[in-house]
Structures are given as C-alpha cells and as structure tokens.
C-alpha cells in the first residue's frame, strides 16, 4: 500500500525558514515524478513544485527563487525547503506522486508574526 507522510511543518515568523520532508512508502519511488502542493483556507489548492525522476524542478511563480524542492532516493523522500517566508505562504501543504491518487494528509504551515 501507497503512503505518503509529510512532516516538518509548523509556526514560523515572517522571514523565516522552513524544511517540509515526504517520506513515501512505495516500490521503485526513484521514477515517479513528485510534487508539492498547498491549500490555503478558502482557496482551492495549488501546485507549488515538481521534480521529476530526472530531477528536474518546476516552481510557481508565486515561490520561485523561496523555495527549492529535493529528492532523496535512497530514502525515498522529497523534500521543499521554504525561505524568505510570507504570509501568504500559510496553508496545509501536500505531496503527492504526480499523475496518480496518492497524496499524503498534509503538514500545516503558518506564517505570523
């Protein structure tokens, strides 16, 4: 069975840094391209970043030059760290296998002061 459990979120002040890890439990994670999204309340949810299994990376706008996803293959886990953080950056975030179901149940991220 597929699962994926996000961790490291938390509260931190504007500015600040944060590392979301995705531990994944799936044969063969090493091909499967991977991403990040995040829900804001109220909003629909967004997709931040991808890697793909070559490693390419792919960022939103709203994030590029803040954010930088990774990948682990040895231990099966991706990785976004998150800098400069704002606001607006506040949300439960999600990783997920894309092109498939699997997502995991999300990590909440709180921006304040």
């Known amino acids: 069975q597929v699962q994926l459990v996000e961790s490291g979120g938390g509260l931190v002040q504007p500015g600040g840094s944060l590392r979301l890890s995705c531990a994944a439990s799936?044969?063969?994670?090493?091909?499967?391209?991977m991403g990040w999204h995040r829900q804001a309340p109220g909003k629909q949810r967004e997709l931040v970043a991808t890697?793909?299994?070559?490693?390419?990376?792919n960022y939103a706008d709203s994030v590029k030059g803040r954010f930088t996803i990774s990948r682990d293959n040895a231990k099966k886990t991706v990785y976004l760290q998150m800098n400069s953080l704002k606001p607006e950056d506040t949300a439960v975030y999600y990783c997920n296998i894309i092109a498939t179901s699997f997502w995991g149940q999300g990590t909440q991220v709180t921006v304040s002061s």
């Open positions: 890697i793909t299994s070559g490693g390419t990376t």
């Open positions: 799936v044969a063969f994670f090493s091909i499967y391209d």
